[in-house]
Structure formats: C-alpha cells, structure tokens
C-alpha cells in the first residue's frame, strides 16, 4: 500500500482544521490521527487483490 499521506501531515492538517473550528473532538490527537490513519489504510485496500504469498523455500541441504 502506499501512503496517500503521512501520518505527521495528516496530524498537522487535523490541528489546523480544529485551531480554525472545522472539527472538533474530546480525545487526545495521536487517538484520532491512528483511528483515521486506519481507516484510510483500509479504504485503500479495498477492490485490491490480495498479495500472493512469498515461495517457499527449498530445505537447505544437509
């Protein structure tokens, strides 16, 4: 997956939108930052197919 944005941008942006009234929320900001950052990993997964897993390796000989 890639970012779509870091989690120090996103936690700068969630500060400025509640220092100008945009939001608002009774938590501590690292709790709200990791519960969207999950949630647009998540989204982000979605639709996608499912990464094959790694071979297996050969047994090292003896």
Known sequence: MRKPVSKH???RALEQAREE???????PAGTVVDHVW??????????KP????ARRRAPAAA
Do not use: F, Q
Request: no cysteine.
């Open 9 to 11: 941008a996103l936690r």
């Open 21 to 27: 009234g945009l939001v608002t929320w009774s938590e």
């Open 38 to 47: 999950h949630l647009i990993s998540r989204e982000a997964l979605d639709g």
């Open 50 to 53: 499912e990464r094959t897993p």
